[in-house]
T-cell receptor, first 113, second 112 residues
Framework: NAGVTQTPKFRILKIGQSMTLQCAQDMNHNYMYWYRQDPGMGLKLIYYSVGAGITDKGEVPNGYNVSRSTTEDFPLRLELAAPSQTSVYFC????????????FGPGTRLTVT | GESVGLHLPTLSVQEGDNSIINCAYSNSASDYFIWYKQESGKGPQFIIDIRSNMDKRQGQRVTVLLNKTVKHLSLQIAATQPGDSAVYFCAEKIGNFNKFYFGSGTKLNVKP
């Protein structure tokens, strides 16, 4: 199994541009998550999904959108990028209710200038 | 690798010594906790977990202690090795869903 994969690894955006961060998992996990990690900080939950077609907001959803059309994929969309969105983005997945361990991808480093 | 560790509290230990990393959590209703290890340039990796109805849980070379009275969690690493150098996060689960709130982390430096 590849686990959780994320693309791209690095990206530089100009203010106002848009992009989609890709996340895929091959473990047949029901739950998927998007976090951001700012320097010297812990992870903050952006959005999560409990299954295909179901998504909900986390702590810091503003400026982002998600969709979950399949069990495997959970893309994160940034619209109108702002410097405050410069961060490292991690996608994670877990089996589901009662199984709390989250498996993380390697991250995407995004810089908005 | 990423610069996530630049402003973090840092613990420096000698190889072979024991390490203790502390975490204060915020919500007395939290019922489950996880410690994660994050190496430079990588995503967090599960180390050990503990439920709120327990005070202590042991794994291989790691022990987690939970003090609910003062809302404090600690991770003890025995015979610390250079490969243990990383940033360590505690995460607390609040509510019924698998949503976790992460602490800001502690950077562990192991000196050979």
């Amino acid at each position: 199994n590849a686990g959780v994969t994320q693309t791209p690894k690095f990206r530089i955006l100009k203010i106002g541009q848009s992009m989609t961060l890709q996340c895929a998992q091959d473990m047949n996990h029901n739950y998927m998550y998007w976090y951001r990690q700012d320097p010297g900080m812990g992870l903050k939950l952006i959005y999560y999904s409990v299954g295909a077609g179901i998504t909900d907001k986390g702590e810091v959803p503003n400026g982002y959108n998600v969709s979950r059309s399949t069990t495997e994929d959970f893309p994160l969309r940034l619209e109108l990028a702002a410097p405050s969105q410069t961060s490292v983005y991690f996608c994670a997945s877990s089996y589901g209710t009662g199984f709390f361990e989250q498996y993380f991808g390697p991250g995407t480093r995004l810089t908005v200038t | 690798g990423e610069s996530v560790g630049l402003h973090l509290p840092t613990l420096s230990v000698q190889e072979g010594d024991n390490s203790i990393i502390n975490c204060a959590y915020s919500n007395s209703a939290s019922d489950y906790f996880i410690w994660y290890k994050q190496e430079s340039g990588k995503g967090p990796q599960f180390i050990i977990d503990i439920r709120s109805n327990m005070d202590k849980r042991q794994g291989q070379r790691v022990t987690v202690l939970l003090n609910k009275t003062v809302k404090h969690l600690s991770l003890q690493i025995a015979a610390t090795q250079p490969g243990d150098s990383a940033v360590y996060f505690c995460a607390e689960k609040i509510g019924n869903f698998n949503k976790f709130y992460f602490g800001s982390g502690t950077k562990l430096n192991v000196k050979p």
